[in-house]
């Protein structure tokens, strides 16, 4: 009983109010404290969030910060520029199509329609609403989608011999992910990734064919990808670099 008491005692915070004010910080600064050893920051879009450990005096933790404080500000800057880049389908607008850059175009006519040009990328229709805008934007992705991902994705399940795993080849547009392989052997895509460059499309294809030999990130997975997805390092650097500004 005592020896729990001390051990409680021992792990209960110091009096914290959870937040840490620091000059010079672009967001609030929120502390939590838990078991872990180290200390850690994360830039999240509204705040700025330091991870403790239990007993760690607080004069530790701001002067981390104060260390940290350019790494702190240049990250918030990049997450602002990222969330202005989003795909906008507005006249006028910049999208990165195939690793080009487009000027969005909306055009009255009277059938719904999408055509891409040496600079531009047309949106016509009868109704350009934002909503309608939107949805023939879909439709367009969504059928470059079912006719390449499908074929693609069977043929390399085929050629790795895993074919017979491969149940099922599904589209959603999901928050944050490109695609999914679930352990039932169905393969999920987000069709946003049609406007990813032809190499980056192939690259997401293999790794998510490639969790039907292994359900992990492990060595032996980055081996599959490798032989199948020699430059699999450059389209991973290139989602990294430049995936949101295909999100909306
Ligand atoms: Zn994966």
Redesign the pocket.
């Known amino acids: 009983m005592l020896k729990f008491m001390l051990k409680q005692r021992l792990n209960s915070p110091p009096s914290d109010d959870g937040t840490l004010t620091v000059d010079g910080l672009p967001l609030p600064c929120h502390l939590v404290r838990s078991r872990r050893k180290s200390l850690a920051v994360h830039v999240r879009h509204d705040r700025i969030e330091v991870r403790a450990p239990l007993r760690i005096a607080r004069r530790d933790i701001l002067q981390f910060l104060s260390r940290h404080q350019a790494w702190v500000c240049r990250k918030h800057q990049e997450k602002v520029q990222r969330a202005a880049e989003h795909l906008s389908l507005t006249d006028g607008s910049e999208i990165l199509y195939k690793a080009r850059t487009l000027t969005v175009r909306l055009r009255a006519a009277p059938r719904s329609a999408v055509a891409v040009s040496t600079r531009e990328l047309i949106i016509s229709g009868p109704d350009l609403s934002p909503d309608k805008v939107t949805a023939i934007f879909k439709g367009w992705l969504q059928e470059q989608a079912k006719a390449w991902l499908p074929a693609r994705t069977r043929a390399l399940a085929d050629h790795l011999g895993v074919g017979t795993k491969l149940k099922d080849v599904v589209f959603r547009k999901t928050k944050s992910k490109w ?3 679930t352990a039932q052997g169905r393969i999920q895509y987000n069709w946003l990734i049609m406007l990813a460059p032809d190499g980056v499309i192939d690259y997401m294809i293999c ?2 064919v ?2 039907l030999l292994h359900m992990n ?1 492990s060595p032996v ?1 980055w081996q599959a990808v490798a032989s199948v997805c020699p430059d699999y390092k450059r389209y991973v650097g290139w989602l990294k670099q430049h995936e949101h500004r295909l999100w909306f």
């Open positions: 695609g999914h392989c790794h998510e490639c969790h990130h997975y």
